[in-house]
C-alpha cells in the first residue's frame, strides 16, 4: 500500500470518528512561506487561530483563513447531517492536524543573456488542516493553564 493511499485510508477513518477536515489544493504560495503560518496555528482552538490569522501580516494567512473556515463549516455540517440534528459547540473545536505539502510546481523561463533561458519554478502549496473537538474537561484544563500563563506574564 501507498503511502498516499495510507494518508486517504487514516484520514476516511478519522471522518467517521467525528473529526472534520479542509483540504486547499494548488494554493499559489510556496510551501515555505505556507508553513511558517501555519506553525503558529497547530494545536490551537479555532477561534484562537482566527484571530492570529486575521491579524497576520503574511498573505498566507488569508488562504489557510479560507480553509480553516471551510474545515468548521465541514464540521458543522456534518454534526446537523447526524444523529438528532444537533449542532456543534464551535469553542470546542482545535486544530488537531494542519499540515502544508508541496504541490505542482509551474515551469516557467526567463530570458537571460546571450539568448539564454533560464528555468523558474513557480511553487504550489496543498493545504489540510483537521479539526476535532475537545472534552469539557480538556476545555477547562486548558483555559486554567492559559489564565495561570497569562496572570504570571503580567507580574
Excluded at 486575521?54 to 446537523?80: D, M, P, T, Y
Excluded at 456543534?88 to 502544508?100: G, Q, S
Amino acid at each position: 500500500m501507498s503511502e498516499r493511499s495510507r494518508i486517504r485510508a487514516a484520514r476516511h477513518a478519522a471522518e467517521k470518528k467525528g473529526v472534520s477536515s479542509a483540504i486547499q489544493r494548488t494554493a499559489r504560495q510556496s510551501p515555505y512561506k505556507m508553513r511558517l503560518v501555519i506553525d503558529q496555528i497547530r494545536g490551537k482552538d479555532v477561534n484562537e487561530a482566527l484571530g492570529l490569522l486575521k491579524f497576520s501580516k503574511k498573505h498566507a494567512a488569508v488562504q489557510i483563513a479560507k480553509v480553516l473556515n471551510s474545515a468548521v463549516a465541514n464540521a458543522e455540517f456534518k454534526s446537523r447531517e447526524g444523529k438528532g440534528n444537533e449542532s456543534i459547540d464551535v469553542d470546542t473545536l482545535y486544530i488537531k492536524h494542519a499540515i502544508v505539502n508541496e504541490g505542482p510546481a509551474l515551469r516557467r523561463f526567463m530570458p537571460a543573456a546571450q539568448g539564454r533561458a533560464t528555468p523558474i519554478r513557480k511553487r504550489t502549496s496543498h493545504v489540510e488542516i483537521i479539526l476535532d473537538a475537545r472534552e469539557v474537561k480538556e476545555l477547562r484544563a486548558a483555559r486554567s493553564a492559559s489564565a495561570t500563563s497569562s496572570s504570571r506574564s503580567k507580574k
